[in-house]
């Protein structure tokens, strides 16, 4: 496993593109769908990772530390206070975003599986950027520092707290298989969950701060670490995703004022576990489902390419922008990545407990969630590379060259 991600990062980095998709790819051909029936067929002998039940439980576990880790790294970029000062335009960036992309993606979902569930999971899945490729962009392309950035960061912080509700909802509905006060209660034992952090964000940071009062780098980052994963593993056992705890987590670490020394401390581990995530999703993911859903796939990238584009260009112009960097925002917010894979390994998890949704569903949902990030990620990663067409054509355009 770890030689394969070691070399697809490789290969996509020569090619310019996100190690996202690569990394799903690698999990894909060394699966006992793919590298297990073709070493069966060749060599009579299935030869592939995650066979055994003590690998697969290894890489599971390695897949929830990677969600843990990618969530407290964008919570650690947040500082609450910054956040409360630009409120205002950001709650209006990012109700443009949601109306149009949640709303379309509900409808879109509704459309296709015909279910209100399966249409609010694809709703969550069209809708959510991807806040860890397009920052990296970002800092690639040297938009960092440049006005776009703002919209587009305002943007990623809306969506990052609605995500948070979202996934403790999302897995409440999920489990509750039909029974209405036992997923209402699940629903306000996870919102009562996310309260108790934000208030912990807001009045903890000496606490935070304390913990890590030390010149060992070691003591640093195990005190980070035990501190994150033990919440977010308190979350899971009550039934709220770990993932929303990390963020909140990273976010009270963010008001200590060592966001930067802890980034550099944690980058490593961060990406190590965030490689097993994405491998262990292609690793779960039967290739021979995506026929069956391609032309799903294929549906929801003409329809939600446009209405990113609609809702990063207006967001764009709500931050007083030109078209040429408006532009480059509606560009930007194409990229889809992390958080739908996260959406549908929480399907996955419910498929194997028993849930309000059946098996069927949940195999073809997360065949959709891969193929379509597959898609979005390279398709946004190369829509912002080539911006500078984009931006020369638009703005002749509108001036009537």
Known sequence: MFAAVALAGAI??????????????????????????????????????????????????????????LLFFLGLEFNLDRLLASRDRIGTVGLIDLVINFGVGFVLGFLLFGDVLAAFIIAGMVYISSSAIITKSLIDLGWIANEESSPLLGTLVFEDLFIAVYLAVLSALVAGAGDVTEAAFSVGLGLGFILVLLILVYAGTALFTALIETESNEFIALRVTGVTVLVAGA????????AVAAFFIGMAFSGTGRAEKLENLLEPVRDIFAAVFFFWIGLVTDPMLFAGVLGIIATAVVVTTPTKLLSGFWSGKVYDLDDRRSTRVALGMVTRGEFTLIIASTVLVVRDRGGAITAATANEINAFAVGYVLVMSILGTVLMQYSAVFETRLTAWRNGE
């Not at 979350?235 to 770990?242: C, F, K, M, P, Y």
Request: charged content about 15%.
């Open 235 to 242: 979350a899971l056992t009550l039934g709220v995703s770990e």
């Open 12 to 69: 996509a980095r020569g090619l310019r593109q996100s190690v996202i998709p690569f990394y799903i790819v690698s999990g894909i051909l060394l699966n006992p769908f793919v590298a297990g029936e073709l070493t069966e067929a060749v060599l009579g002998q299935e030869f592939a990772v995650g066979l055994s039940a003590e690998a697969t439980h290894f890489i599971e576990l390695g897949a929830e530390l990677g969600i843990v880790f």
